[in-house]
């Protein structure tokens, strides 16, 4: 019985054991994190490291017992290793260098969001594995998505976060970097025929080290000799210096003579550095200047409106960029700029590549081809160069296909040297032009705006024909007294009369032919008067005038009427004058070309353009990306019948046949229509603004080409027919005469 009875208690003691364990195991306590995936995934995501590094485990945030070496076991001392010891010493991580590593990376890619979304999770006794996708939105590189995977583990009954490098990006690891590296693009060049106009060269520095230097006058004695620089000017650049390292010139691969190269490495102090940097090189000097342009460091006041439409990645302008300060490298910028390309990779200790993140190929601007004939331009300069003389003269010439707008030559003169304003400009040299009297900085042909003088008269003439105020046979019987008439038709008049143009031999009778070949003041001002001011201004203004004007380039607006109110400026002389081209009535010499196109374009006044194609490299194939295609700027602005009539007039004009104001032009090998003009400057009158503007006719389609000259002369007879000497050499289409100096 005592038998029985000690089993039945064993039993229950057995029992009653297992219940207990049973019941300690039910009140096991749950995790208290059993969401830190999600919490450290949106503290990520709020972009609050401190935070998310609160969610890390032990492992991953205690500096680990190092293992063991094998040091000791070669001492006679057993070694037994750690099991526990699953990380290098350096695989852990504090909350100053945690917060550090993304703020540093987050920084560099630019990361403005961050998200996530859960693909899955695997529970393996105390380890949690959640494989997930995370998007990080960057200012650099758009968006960078990849797929992850994070390892929780318990830790004192809560779940954390066993984090590695390899939760930024795939595979980093302790000892890797991030790299963002920037491609600069290449501005693209501008050429014209084939020639390089403007062009990104790689230059090679001559530098010196202050700290080798011996003696310093002794160094810049000598490197000034070898630099062609003063020895005061070396000195100052080793006075500015902010460091030891002083960059005293740079040059081109063509600049760099073998001189200067082994000169430099052979003084003590002072080195070669090759492929320094790049500069804005060109090639041509002075030729088409104004109408190339050169380029400068940008202004901040400027950075908004050139960033504009551009992201980082493409590149944004600095305070340290270099961009267009005038002509095409302006009007182009976001063009030739091009776009910056970009890596993100990841690179292990030794800077190896393990993987590219990110990767925008660099896109280099493309190159600018215009419309200009280098040849005809380089004839043009040399012709208005060699034909006027002195700083009281100036000029410009245009000349263009009439027939679809296309520049061929384009001269502002007197011009300038490119390469001694681009970028750091040379003081005395900007100087020196700054305060010469004829001006080498305008640009004549599209900012400067003259008195079209009888240039203006056909005009006038289609006007008074098209709202038929007149026809081609109206003839001119008002009373002239020794070549002067006073308007009292037309009101009381207070002013002095009206001169006609001097000329001996002067056909009769004073018609429209007969006073556009001899360019009669008096017919015009007479047509003007009998328009009215509203019609004749009206007309003037549809065909261009006070319009804004397409092109490339900045053009300034033309004028009519600049002083409204003021009847000391504003009456009838004045509507009398602007018939012939004289009072408020203004024009650049690129429009008053232009509008001449529309007697070579059937009516039609075209676009004037300078630039032909835009052309990139690809592969092994240089091809137009961009053609620039002829357009219309004024539709009809002349009838047919109008031009039927003043064409046979304007040939006159240029005739020998005739006693024409532009018989003297005497253009060989074609037939060429056009008009002089002449507009007095100033009160005393002692200069005067000259044109000529012709086109040839009866040519083909290739030959077709008009020609304007310009020049602000003193008003004497041996400038008298300088344009025709400058026009005739560019219009005749035989071998040209050497012009006499």
Not at 418 to 424: C, D, E, G
Not at 521 to 544: K, S, V
Request: proline share 5%; net charge negative.
């Amino acid at each position: 019985m005592r038998s029985l009875y000690k089993s039945a208690l064993a039993v229950l003691l057995i029992l009653a054991t297992l219940f207990s364990v049973a019941g300690c195991r039910a009140k096991r306590p749950e995790l208290m994190d059993p969401d830190c995936f999600e919490k450290f995934m949106d503290a990520v995501c709020a972009l609050d490291f401190s935070a998310a590094y609160s969610y890390l485990s032990k492992v991953s945030t205690t500096e680990p017992t190092p293992v063991p070496t094998a040091e000791p076991e070669r001492m006679g001392v057993e070694v037994t290793p750690d099991p526990n010891a699953t990380q290098k010493p350096d695989e852990y991580i504090t909350a100053e260098a945690f917060i550090k590593k993304y703020e540093s990376i987050f920084s560099a890619l630019g990361v403005t969001a961050v998200s996530y979304e859960k693909l899955s999770e695997e529970e393996d006794g105390d380890t949690l594995t959640v494989k997930y996708s995370a998007s990080y939105e960057t200012k650099i590189a758009g968006v960078l998505t990849n797929e992850y995977e994070m390892t929780l583990v318990r830790e004192d009954d809560h779940r954390r976060v066993l984090w590695t490098p390899a939760l930024i990006f795939p595979g980093m690891t302790w000892g890797s970097t991030v790299r963002v590296n920037r491609i600069a693009a290449k501005r693209g060049d501008i050429l014209a025929s084939g020639e390089l106009l403007a062009q990104t060269v790689t230059t090679s520095a001559a530098v010196a080290d202050k700290d080798a230097i011996q003696d310093t006058d002794a160094f810049c004695a000598a490197a000034a000799e070898i630099l062609g620089m003063t020895p005061e000017e070396i000195a100052e650049k080793l006075e500015k210096a902010a460091g030891k390292t002083v960059l005293l010139a740079q040059y081109s691969e063509k600049e760099l003579s073998p001189d200067v190269h082994q000169g430099i490495d052979e003084l003590e102090g002072a080195y070669m550095i090759k492929n320094y940097g790049t500069y804005r090189y060109y090639p041509q000097g002075e030729l088409l200047a104004h109408t190339i342009g050169y380029v400068g460091y940008v202004e901040e006041s400027e950075l908004a409106s050139l960033n504009e439409g551009r992201t980082e990645t493409d590149g944004l302008y600095t305070v340290h960029s270099i961009v267009g300060r005038s002509g095409l490298e302006r009007a182009y910028e976001s063009v030739l700029r091009g776009k910056d390309g970009l890596t993100v990779t990841i690179r292990d200790e030794n800077g190896e590549l393990v993987s590219t993140v990110y990767k925008k190929p660099v896109e280099d601007g493309p190159d600018l081809h215009l419309t200009i004939d280098l040849k005809l331009q380089k004839r043009a300069e040399q012709l208005i160069d060699l034909v006027l003389w002195g700083d009281d003269t100036a000029g410009a010439i245009v000349v263009m296909n009439p027939t679809n707008g296309e520049v061929k030559a384009l001269v502002s003169y007197p011009s300038y040297d490119l390469n001694q304003i681009a970028i750091s400009a040379n003081a005395e040299y900007y100087d020196k032009i700054s305060k010469q009297a004829n001006k080498p900085l305008q640009n004549r042909d599209t900012l400067g705006l003259y008195a079209p003088g009888s240039a203006m008269k056909t005009f006038t003439a289609a006007a008074a024909l098209e709202l038929g105020t007149v026809t081609p046979d109206y003839i001119f019987k008002g009373k002239i007294v020794d070549d002067y008439w006073t308007p009292t038709e037309y009101g009381r008049w207070v002013w002095p009369p009206i001169k006609r143009t001097e000329l001996k031999k002067r056909t009769e009778p004073m018609n429209m032919a007969n006073c556009l070949l001899h360019s009669d003041n008096i017919y015009f001002a007479n047509l003007a008067l009998m328009m009215g001011e509203d019609d004749f201004f009206a007309y003037l203004r549809r065909i261009g005038f006070e319009q804004s004007f397409p092109f490339e380039l900045s053009v300034a607006r033309s004028t009519l009427k600049v002083k409204f109110d003021d009847p000391n400026y504003w009456n009838l002389r004045s509507i009398a004058e602007t018939g012939y081209g004289q009072g408020q009535v203004t024009i650049s010499p690129l429009q008053l070309a232009t509008m001449y196109c529309a007697f070579r374009h059937n009516g039609d006044i075209p676009v004037p353009r300078v630039s032909k194609a835009l052309y990139r490299t690809e592969g092994i194939e240089y091809k137009p990306i961009k053609t620039f295609e002829s357009g219309i700027w004024i539709e009809d602005a002349f009838e047919e019948g109008t031009i039927e009539t003043l064409l046979p007039m304007m040939k006159n004009i240029m005739s020998r046949e005739y006693n024409g104001t532009g018989r003297r032009l005497r253009a060989r090998g074609c037939t060429v229509a056009g008009k002089t003009g002449t507009a007095e400057i100033g009160s005393e009158k002692a200069r005067e603004i000259s044109w000529f503007v012709g086109f040839r006719v009866d040519v083909p389609e290739e030959d077709e080409l008009l020609v304007l000259v310009m020049v602000e002369i003193p008003t004497a007879d041996e400038y008298k027919y300088l344009k025709f000497d400058i026009a005739r050499e560019l219009i005749s289409m035989d071998e040209p005469e050497e012009p006499k100096e």
